[in-house]
């Protein structure tokens, strides 16, 4: 028996195992120790990212270079630790699989960046400092942006592939020191990403959108969160604009009391548009912000405005109070025409709030709202204050979809594309499911100054390639309890709610395509009217929200066959900052 023990054969084959053993053990050894080594090659590359970044806003070449070498040593480093066989088929072993996959697709991407993508902006880098992009005594040259587009789009072309591989990874899963850097590289990969696609596009148009071909004139619009909208809020304030060669100007300043309500909309109104908002969305300025795609809403306020003063704009430019305040973060305190100094820290307060109190009559309210647009329209483009902070600022309110553009030109509307500042709703596409979550006010009062509302999307399981999805908003009042001492103004006249009690009008948009399978309130299912906009379905419910009280919605859908993917998530600016444009997890 002991001679059978020791056959030859069995020692071989147990040689064999042991042999295999060691070079997986060998092997997994050397791909943790690669994995550190390609983390901290992340983490660093990261840190020199973000001086790159500084240097070339600050227009400071030398320093530029000498961060663009240290990014690409790091880069490098990063991309040698996590390729080669053994990172490929851990990328197919279980447990471990997506923790190298991830790493290898960021490294990966970071290569691509210093190698392809980054190359020629450097070319250009005298050029892209933040005060060239400033407006200096209302004249920004057109000529700056002709002369880096090519270099921005060369950029743009080579970093497009790194966005769609960093964009489908699945980050969640991930555990252990990997998880944290591997998201922060893919954040700021993708930031880099959405920079890199806006400024390619901004360089195309903006010549022609500053008046090099002849003048330009632009209706901007200042809305209201107060008086809450699906775009944001009212469009109480307007300022009508010129640019001619660069030179911007103030023609007209106004609000919505200067363009009254029309007795027949300004342009011709769809079935399903008057069914979902009224005719008021074409007769009404104030109406106009209904439809939460902006293209439409922009037409519809362009007409308007053309009906009462007889001016075709060129285009529609919607901002609001936040980024008002978030300028003046860069630009500094200005004055207002009653002496007061606004701020960015007060101007939210002033201007959504308390200014409806210090004017208790709309003439003098809107006086000091139309002041106020002229100046900060003045300092912006004096170029006071810090270019770089000004420009920071006016992409922050862009991501939360707070500046808005619409050209009229088709030609250069089609260059906005898909970038959030285009205020795009569209259909549904592909696998992607799109939700819209949007809020009006039906009291014509300032009560959501006092609104805090946050809305989310969990998809449950899968179906039949079909996602079963809960769309959830949570609605808070902070009105005071005793609302008594509220202007009449901030409360409203209309008699639609006891006073100082919110009614709210939520629109839940489904993916094209989807279906809606009920609606609760508080836990409880209640009726709902079911709408059409186009290829969705749309959930109508109207409710009441008293002062201090939190209220639940929750509604059920089913996105159409083939909607797998992760999808995306839109709601309407509020007073408080924050993403209005969010992705949610498939269960598919």
């Known amino acids: 028996m002991l ?4 056959r030859p054969a069995d020692w071989t084959r147990r040689g064999v195992v042991l042999a295999v053993a060691v070079v997986v053990g060998l092997s997994v050894v050397w791909l943790a120790f690669q994995a550190t080594l390609a983390v901290l090659a992340l983490t660093k590359a990261a840190d020199q990212a973000e001086v790159l970044r500084t240097a ?33 088929i851990a990328g197919h072993v279980p447990l471990v699989g997506d923790e190298a996959q991830a790493v290898t697709t960021i490294s990966s991407g970071l290569s691509v960046a210093v190698h392809d993508a980054l190359p020629p902006l450097l070319e250009v880098a005298d050029q892209l400092a933040a005060d060239s992009f400033t407006v200096r005594n209302s004249v920004i040259d057109p000529a700056l942006f002709t002369s880096i587009a090519p270099a921005l789009a060369e950029s743009d072309a080579a970093y497009r592939p790194v966005v769609d591989d960093v964009e489908a990874l699945e980050t969640s899963s991930l555990f252990g020191r990997l998880r944290r850097p591997v998201v922060a590289a893919q954040e700021q990969l993708l930031e880099v990403g959405g920079v890199l696609s806006s400024a390619s596009r901004a360089a195309d148009v903006l010549p022609e959108v500053l008046g090099t071909t002849g003048p330009r004139t632009y209706l901007v619009a200042v809305q209201s969160n107060a008086e809450i909208r699906p775009l944001g809020g009212v469009p109480g304030t307007w300022l009508l604009v010129q ?12 609000s919505s009391s200067d363009l ?27 109406n106009s912000m209904l439809n939460p795609h902006f293209p439409r809403a922009a037409e519809l306020a362009s007409a308007i405005f053309a009906t009462h003063r007889g001016v075709q704009v060129d285009g529609v430019l919607a901002v609001d109070p936040v980024t008002l305040a978030y300028l003046l973060l860069g630009t500094g305190p200005i004055q207002a025409s009653d002496g007061s100094v606004l701020t960015a820290e007060n101007t939210v307060d002033r201007l959504l709030n308390q200014a409806y109190a210090e004017y208790p009559d709309g003439a003098s309210q809107n006086a000091f709202f139309e002041s106020t647009a002229r100046a900060v329209f003045d300092v912006f483009t004096a170029g006071q204050g810090d270019s770089s902070t000004v420009i920071r600022a006016l992409a922050q309110a862009a991501r939360e979809r707070r500046v808005l553009v619409w050209l009229r030109d088709p030609a250069l509307e089609d260059e906005l594309g898909s970038d959030v500042i285009a205020g795009r709703f569209d259909p549904d596409e ?22 805090s509302s946050e809305s989310s999307v969990s998809a449950s399981r899968c179906e039949d390639d079909q996602q079963k999805l809960s769309v959830r908003t949570q609605l808070r009042s902070t009105v005071p309890t005793d609302p008594a001492n509220l202007p009449l103004s901030v409360t409203g006249v209309a008699p639609y709610a006891p006073k100082g009690t919110m009614v709210l009008r939520v629109r839940a948009y489904a993916p094209s395509g989807a279906s809606i399978d ?10 709902f009217e079911t709408q059409v906009d186009g290829d969705r379905l749309v959930a109508y419910l109207e409710l009441e929200l008293s002062p201090g009280q939190e209220r639940d919605v929750r509604v059920a859908m089913t996105t159409a066959p083939g909607q797998t993917e992760d999808g995306r998530l839109v709601t309407t600016p509020g007073i408080r900052p924050g993403k209005t444009d969010v992705a949610f997890r498939s269960a598919c």
Not at 68 to 87: E, K, M, Y
Not at 435 to 447: P, Q
């Open 430 to 451: 592909g696998a992607v499911p799109t939700v819209g979550v949007f809020l009006s006010d039906r009291t014509e009062a300032k009560l959501q100054y006092y609104l």
């Open 518 to 527: 009920g609606v609760e309130l508080d836990g409880e299912d209640v009726p």
């Open 260 to 286: 009254p309500q029309l007795d027949t909309p300004a342009a011709a109104l769809t079935p399903q548009e008057t069914g979902l908002y009224g005719t008021t969305v074409g007769t009404d300025f104030r």
């Open 3 to 6: 001679r059978d023990v020791l």
């Open 243 to 254: 640019a001619d060669n660069g030179r911007i100007s103030i023609l007209e300043t106004g």
């Open 56 to 88: 070339l806003v600050a227009g400071d070449q030398e320093a530029a270079e000498q961060a663009f070498d240290q990014l690409t040593v790091f880069a490098d480093r990063a991309h040698d630790n996590s390729d080669g066989p053994l990172w490929w």
